[in-house]
């Protein structure tokens, strides 16, 4: 027994407790001529994990003339002013020092007005400012970029994985595919629905029903019997129930891709491809968890192992149901 309290412990502590349920550090950039000729405005928002008052990596010609900072909950917001000596070039950038996972980007800086969604450059952002239309990409470009973010998303989300653990643990064969496969129609439909705004539904609730579909799928799992999966009604409610959680699960990803600011011309393969990644994200997970499923039986722990994960996600489950509902409850979500 103190073996396995230890197990469990460990398990609930190498969960990270976020307030939220995406990872994803994501930055919006906003720059526009200012009164004097010449001189621009830049409006920085990033993740305050990432904030720093390293300078730009301006054009030549350019020079920062103000900055000022505002840290709140947990963006940092910068207005910095720019003066430049010349006319802006169409190969001109703005390095920005703040390693996002992506951005959005708005410019009006050479009258014309750009927007388009950014991608990082190891731990630099590159701001096209000179740019007076929005760069159009190869598909092949789109598809490998979105596939990519959908991979990193659902390996970084650890309330998406705990889920994904518990289905792992609940079921074998069959219907452990058949039980990955609706729940990944379920988000896959909903991600759809609330990209194009189909479907509205306020990001904090759904944070705190997703942490909750945790605790009740871990609850599943520890109270499952070798007698159920004989039993045909029991297999149709737990698929009606993963259906459900599904769809929850799929508004939360659909947060994070509105976030990277998808180029409107970009928007349906952006989704599809988005939600590629996810998938083999999730594939990939699912491997490796069945992996050590069967390391663990080689030893004659997998019963051992299979209560400790399950008991840890349950825990870390509830505690992300309290931290959530009393975010928002206190409007700090």
Not at 20 to 39: C, E, L, M, N, Y
Not at 102 to 128: C, K, N
Not at 281 to 286: A, D, K, P, S
Request: aromatic share 8%.
């Amino acid at each position: 027994m103190l073996r396995r309290a230890l197990l469990i412990l460990a398990v609930a502590m190498g969960f990270p407790a976020p307030a939220q349920a995406d990872v994803f550090r994501v930055g919006d950039f906003v720059i526009q001529p200012d009164v004097d000729p010449g001189s621009f405005e830049l409006s920085a928002s990033v993740p305050s994990v990432l904030a720093s008052d390293k300078r730009l990596g301006l054009p030549q010609g350019c020079r920062e003339t103000s900055r000022e900072k505002l840290t709140e909950a947990v963006m940092t917001r910068y207005a910095i002013g720019i003066a430049c000596d010349r006319v802006l070039a169409a190969e001109d950038a703005i390095v920005t020092p703040w390693a996002v996972d992506g951005g959005t980007f708005l410019s009006t800086a050479t009258g014309a007005r750009v927007q388009q969604a950014l991608q990082p450059d190891g731990d630099t952002l590159s701001l096209p400012i000179g740019e007076t239309v929005a760069r159009s990409r190869a598909l092949p470009e789109v598809a490998v970029e979105y596939t990519w973010q959908g991979i990193v998303h659902i390996l970084g989300g650890w309330d998406h994985l705990a889920f994904v653990l518990c289905l792992c643990l609940l079921a074998r064969g069959r219907f452990l595919l058949a039980l990955v496969t609706t729940f990944t129609l379920g988000h896959s439909l909903s991600l759809a629905l609330a990209f194009f705004d189909i479907v509205k539904v306020p990001v904090p609730p759904v944070e705190a029903v997703i942490a909750l579909s945790i605790a009740f799928m871990a609850r599943e799992a520890i109270r499952a019997k070798e007698s159920d999966r004989d039993d045909p009604g029991k297999r149709r409610r737990q698929l009606a129930v993963v259906a459900g959680f599904g769809l929850l699960h799929g508004l939360g990803f659909a947060t994070v891709l509105r976030e990277l600011g998808v180029a409107p011309q970009e928007r349906l393969p952006g989704l599809l491809f988005f939600n590629g990644g996810v998938e083999l994200g999730q594939l990939i997970f699912v491997a490796c968890v069945l992996g050590v499923m069967k390391l663990a039986s080689i030893f004659d722990r997998d019963q051992w192992v299979r209560q400790g994960a399950l008991y840890g996600a349950g825990i870390v489950g509830c505690f992300w149901v309290i931290e959530r509902v009393a975010g928002f409850t206190l409007g700090t979500a």
